[in-house]
């Protein structure tokens, strides 16, 4: 179970206990490295905590396209070794405009090229895989039956105690406050607990990176900013009634999908920011009522039980930034995950400590490179939905 000792020194500290941080620390530690969790309230309390299940490999670019293959085979692997569920129940984008199809064609044909089996398929094929569904207005659907979803707390749970079995250490209810540098080097980390001495610190804070950025004294201008997004669940129902994830750019840029305990739950495009701020609106609760009913019209008759909210920690491509700054030697940030960095955590994590062990990485890191907002390169905007 984690711990609150802080150690007086570890190898590698990562800073900030999300599913990212705590996937990046699994990694390491999986491949015999020294490395400290700093988190500043329980592990997965952060945006994880708030998130929506949703991983999918539908992207509408190569890199994007690539790391999500690879996340899925080992959300795959260790949601089957670490005893977690993780359903491929696949995503189902409604289409309801000839240039949605269009643009959707070019993003299945990518998919297509680097291994992810998506089909553009009928309004009818798609009632059959969600019978509850208004297709009245759909005219297509983009389908992959190998997306799917996972519970972000007990994957996050599981990754945190195998990692503590690799000889991690999880440091809960501690913030980092400030770097310890000398002539560029990092030498440690103040706390609000005390020192802690390391060379090697990763920043996977996410809607918090930029504080985490100025407190390390980094110049390189990698704009990451939280907004408020927000989530919904119904009452339980049958199991099975909505099994995929199912995605409407036309009704509010909405995605809803049932939850292992089955409630509906989901959200809708409407953002708030940049704020720190997560109180829950009312705004939110009509216009998420209004877009699910128009997808699943049998939504009317459910309860709402509640409604949350947690940060997108948006940057201005959608894309995180990953990789090594080297203002500071050794500092790294996996961070600005703009909405789908659950379902990134593990094939990030393995991209991230590639770099540390090895200095380089299979995977297309170079997409997120932190470097690209301050060279004016920045990349197609991903798609961003849940
Ligand atoms: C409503 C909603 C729905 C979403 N749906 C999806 C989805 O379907 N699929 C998907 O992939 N993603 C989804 N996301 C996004 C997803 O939740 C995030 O991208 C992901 O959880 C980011 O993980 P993380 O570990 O980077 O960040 P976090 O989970 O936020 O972790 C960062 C941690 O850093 C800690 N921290 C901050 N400052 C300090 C400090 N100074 N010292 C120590 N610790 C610190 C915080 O306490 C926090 O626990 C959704 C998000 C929201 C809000």
Redesign the pocket.
């Known amino acids: 179970m984690p711990t609150r000792e802080l150690p007086e020194r570890s190898e590698i500290v990562v800073?900030?206990?999300?599913?990212?941080?705590?996937a990046i620390a699994h990694e390491l530690s999986k491949r015999g490295e020294e490395v400290t969790v700093?988190?500043?309230?329980f592990i997965?309390?952060?945006?994880?905590?708030?998130?929506?299940?949703?991983?999918r490999q539908q992207f509408n670019d190569e890199a994007n396209v690539r790391v999500m293959k690879r996340s899925v085979e080992l959300w795959g692997h260790y949601s089957e070794e670490y005893g977690f569920p993780f359903e491929q129940t696949g995503y189902l984008f409604l289409l309801y405009y000839d240039d949605e199809v269009e643009e959707f064609r070019r993003n299945i044909e990518i998919q297509n090229r680097f291994g992810v089996p998506t089909r553009l398929i009928t309004p009818e094929e798609a009632k059959e895989i969600v019978p509850l569904l208004d297709i009245s207005e759909v005219i297509a659907a983009s389908w992959n039956p190998t997306d799917g979803k996972a519970d972000?707390f007990h994957a996050t749970a599981k990754f945190a105690l195998n990692a503590e079995r690799f000889g991690a250490r999880l440091v809960e209810y501690?913030?980092?406050?400030g770097f310890i540098v000398e002539n560029g080097e990092i030498k440690g980390l103040k706390?609000s607990r005390g020192t802690i001495k390391t060379g090697t610190v990763i920043n996977?804070?996410?809607?918090?990176a930029k504080?985490?950025n100025a407190m390390a004294g980094i110049k390189t201008k990698i704009p990451i900013e939280p907004y408020k997004?927000?989530?919904v669940i119904t009452q339980p129902v049958r199991k099975g009634a909505v099994k995929p994830?199912v995605i409407s750019f036309k009704y509010g840029h909405a995605?809803l999908t049932q939850t292992s305990h089955g409630g509906i739950v989901g959200?809708v495009g409407y953002e708030e920011g940049p704020t720190y701020d997560l109180n829950p609106s009312y705004e939110f609760l009509r216009e998420v009522s209004y877009y699910f009913t128009k997808i699943i019209p049998a939504l009317r008759e459910l309860l709402i039980l509640r409604t949350?909210?947690?940060?997108?920690?948006k940057t201005p491509d959608s894309n995180p930034a990953i990789g090594k700054i080297e203002e500071l030697s050794d500092y790294y940030i996996?961070?600005g995950?703009?909405?789908?960095?659950?379902?990134?955590?593990p094939a990030v994590a393995e991209m991230v400590a590639d770099l540390i062990t090895k200095g380089r990485t299979d995977l297309p890191v170079e997409w997120y490179d932190p470097y690209r907002f301050e060279r004016g390169e920045l990349r197609g905007q991903a798609l961003q939905m849940?």
């Open positions: 800073i900030g206990g999300g599913i990212v941080g705590v700093i988190e500043k309230r997965g309390s952060g945006s994880t905590f708030r998130c929506g299940t949703g991983i972000p501690t913030e980092v406050k706390t996977a804070t996410n809607a918090w504080l985490i997004h927000q989530a994830m995605y959200g949350w909210a947690g940060y997108y920690a996996a961070a995950f703009s909405g789908h960095g659950f379902m990134m955590a849940g």
